[in-house]
């Protein structure tokens, strides 16, 4: 088994009290349906966002889609972790999701 990285895009929160907590429900029975395949969790990040460039020169802001989460998961296949990405809270508030396969480098 490998380890994907779950970068987060995108979605909503919900408006009211109930509507976040509806989600934060949702994202935990995500979890626990994950099971021992859950390696991290993750959080959500903040706005503060800068991103360096080869040269050295530092912008404020995300390269590319500003990504606004993760979590690392434990699965048999890129299709494997895909399958697993599908039940993710994200995707219900029109978010989006890219798994990215993890190797070990040592």
């Known amino acids: 088994m490998a380890n994907y990285l779950l970068l987060y895009s995108g979605g909503a929160m919900g408006e009211t009290q109930a509507e976040r907590d509806a989600i934060m429900q949702a994202w935990g ?48 296949s890129l299709n494997d972790a895909v399958e697993k990405a599908k039940g993710c809270p994200v995707l219900q508030s029109g978010g989006q999701v890219t798994v990215y396969e993890t190797f070990q480098v040592m």
Not at 43 to 72: E, Q, R
């Open 29 to 76: 029975a995500w979890f626990g349906g994950l099971g021992s395949n859950l390696v991290d969790g993750g959080n959500p990040f903040s706005g503060a966002v800068k991103s360096i460039a080869s040269n050295g020169t530092v912008s404020d802001g995300a390269v590319g889609p500003s990504a606004n989460g993760y979590s690392v998961i434990k699965a048999e």
